[in-house]
Structure formats: structure tokens, C-alpha cells
């Protein structure tokens, strides 16, 4: 499975964004699909899930209010309200191991990252 990540740039503090994962051929059936975020000498860390249905959703307390994430063909976060400590590169990750991962471990495929840059 080949995850394809978009969407990043630069945007002002306040605003809004929205980023893309797309997968190769069908791959995104049957898999839950995650947004993590890798901010400057930071690790890691959870943004957002999508059940494989898209009927469970799940983010990170810090995002909760302010980031949606939903799917079709690809799985799409949107960013709105966006504030400087949301600059990171920006991964998307698919597994089957888990319906409500959280963990960077339960995830099998990772996308290459894309850059947000929130600017004060």
C-alpha cells in the first residue's frame, strides 16, 4: 500500500487548511487511516482516526475542536482555526491491525509527510 499525502503550505495563524491522503489502487478498503504530526525536535505524536466504515472518528484532545476527519476514495483533515504550534509535517498512516488506532505501532503503511507552516 502506497499512501500519497497533500494539502500542506502555508496559511495565518487563524486559518484553515486541508490536507489529502490518497492510496494506491483501492487500498484504503478495509483500512483504518490516520493523521499524525512531527513538529521541529518533537516527536511523533497523534492528530487524527477514521474507522475503515468512516463511522468512528478520534483526535487528539489538542486538535478535538478544531480538526474534522472524513473519507471517501482518500481521506481528507481539515484544519480550521489553525494556530502556530499545529506547524509540523504531516503523515498519514493505513492499518488493519486495530478499528480505533491511536498508536503509531497499530499503523502498517506510513505516506510520505507533508509540511504545514502556520505563520503568527
Known amino acids: 500500500v502506497q499512501l500519497q499525502a497533500c494539502g500542506g503550505g502555508l496559511v495565518q495563524g487563524g486559518g484553515d487548511l486541508k490536507l489529502s491522503c490518497a492510496a494506491s489502487r483501492r487500498a484504503f478498503s478495509g483500512y483504518a487511516v490516520g493523521w499524525f504530526r512531527q513538529a521541529p525536535g518533537k516527536e511523533r505524536e497523534f492528530v487524527a482516526a477514521i474507522s475503515w466504515t468512516g463511522g468512528h472518528t478520534y483526535f487528539a484532545d489538542s486538535v478535538k475542536d478544531r480538526f474534522t476527519i472524513s473519507r471517501d476514495n482518500a481521506v481528507y483533515l481539515q484544519m480550521s482555526n489553525l494556530k502556530p504550534e499545529d506547524m509540523a509535517v504531516y503523515f498519514c498512516?493505513?492499518?488493519?491491525?486495530?478499528?480505533?488506532?491511536?498508536?503509531?505501532?497499530?499503523?502498517?503503511?506510513w505516506g510520505q509527510g507533508t509540511l504545514v507552516t502556520v505563520s503568527s
Open positions: 498512516a493505513a492499518t488493519r491491525r486495530s478499528p480505533t488506532p491511536m498508536l503509531e505501532m497499530e499503523y502498517e503503511y
